[in-house]
């Protein structure tokens, strides 16, 4: 018997907050999107993460990180797909930089800012930004984004749009729409069903191996322990220490972090289960610890800090024991965050990152353009070279 059905309306909406959009409806998008190897929970597009950030005043007009989030809803008001969207004023804490650019188009008379950027914030994690269930009409709802993304530019002046950290199916869909790709480069640890650390170190060259084991002997020879807090037993004394490991290294490496006191609060009472705390003691006293966040499929490791400097402590807490974790919890892939060709020798590998750029001004788009043609040539290159250099035996190498 034939059907009929009713076309579907398409309404497109800005939401200047997440206050305005239900958790429910929301996560009901965000959760599951993707498909084949992306990770079904990607904790930092959930409500409660990126509500997190706004309600504790991290992101915001003072900022420079207006939220303008951009809905896809029916005739009925229900949410079909978002894009979680800022009005930026800076080019600061997206990690995929844009300085030169910005420079370029000011001395040649332009106004770069404001910019929008389709992104979370402070997180260079891939993850969906086209939020939009699997479905017969997911392509028709990520391009009503797509457009509602353009008429947003159009209607607050903006340069451009960014979004960066991209899925496969994002990045196909922003790019069939004239976005430019941009590619980088990051490195993650893959869980080839390792039963223990050991069995990940037996797959390692002897060197490398042994220098490994050397390296995590070393980091708690001054009589410093390890712990890992998650879910219920995150307490705000836990919270305590680690932003003030957090604000020491944050103020040396970026002059001023991004995240606040109260940020961390609200992760806690929101997402807790979602929350790894790596924390590292000395006679008593907490000295160093790193924050990660848990997928279903990966561990994504985010900040770190200390207040005491000891020999390896860092590759301890943010990469041996995240793996340890990995390992534990049977996950797929660690995710260490941007950059860092020092986490190759510590089995790391060379993972390619993509972002997508639609630039108002032709000149400055053709110009981006030849600019990103020969990066992605480079980048490429550069993980190709580095794939081979990976600390891992041949199968002729011993296993001692």
């Not at 959009?21 to 992306?38: E, K, L, M, N």
Request: some cysteine; hydrophobic content about 40%.
């Amino acid at each position: 018997m034939a059907r009929s059905f009713h076309p579907v309306t398409f309404q497109v909406k800005i939401a200047q907050g997440l206050k305005a959009v239900p958790a429910a409806d929301w996560d009901a998008c965000a959760i599951g999107t993707g498909s084949g190897d992306d990770d079904p929970f990607n904790p930092f597009v959930s409500h409660a993460f990126l509500s997190a950030l706004e309600d504790s005043g991290c992101v915001g007009a003072k900022t420079g990180w207006t939220p303008v989030h951009i809905l896809v809803e029916d005739e009925a008001e229900k949410l079909l797909g978002a894009a979680p969207c800022y009005l930026k004023s800076h080019s600061m804490g997206e990690y995929v930089f844009d300085h030169s650019w910005a420079d370029a188009y000011t001395r040649a008379g332009g106004r770069y800012y404001p910019k929008l950027q389709v992104a979370v914030p402070f997180t260079p994690v891939t993850g969906p930004r086209l939020i939009v269930p699997d479905g017969p009409r997911s392509a028709e709802i990520r391009s009503y984004l797509i457009a509602g993304l353009r008429a947003l530019r159009d209607q607050t002046g903006a340069s451009s749009i960014h979004a960066t950290f991209l899925q496969e199916a994002d990045l196909k869909a922003l790019t069939a729409e004239k976005f430019l790709q941009r590619d980088d480069q990051q490195f993650h640890w893959f869980n080839d069903n390792y039963g223990s650390f050991e069995d990940f170190l037996a797959a390692l060259a002897s060197r490398k191996r042994k220098a490994i084991r050397r390296e995590r002997r070393d980091a708690l020879a001054n009589g410093i322990s390890i712990e890992w807090v998650t879910g219920g037993d995150i307490t705000e004394a836990h919270w305590d220490a680690f932003f003030a490991f957090y604000m020491d290294t944050g103020s040396r490496k970026w002059g001023r972090p991004y995240l606040n006191r109260r940020f961390f609060s609200l992760v806690g009472e929101r997402m807790a289960d979602r929350v790894l705390l790596v924390m590292a003691k000395r006679n008593g006293h907490y000295i160093a610890g790193a924050i990660n966040f848990i997928g279903d499929k990966r561990l994504y490791g985010r900040n770190w800090g200390c207040i005491e400097d000891h020999p390896f402590l860092h590759f301890e807490v943010c990469y041996y024991q995240a793996v340890e974790f990995a390992i534990a919890r049977g996950l797929d892939r660690v995710e260490a965050g941007a950059q860092g060709e020092h986490k190759l020798a510590r089995g790391y590998r060379p993972v390619i990152t993509a972002s997508a750029h639609d630039i108002a001004d032709p000149s400055l788009r053709r110009a981006v353009q030849d600019y990103l043609d020969q990066e992605r040539l480079y980048v490429s290159e550069a993980a190709e070279e580095l794939s081979e250099a990976t600390p891992f035996r041949h199968r002729d190498e011993d296993q001692d």
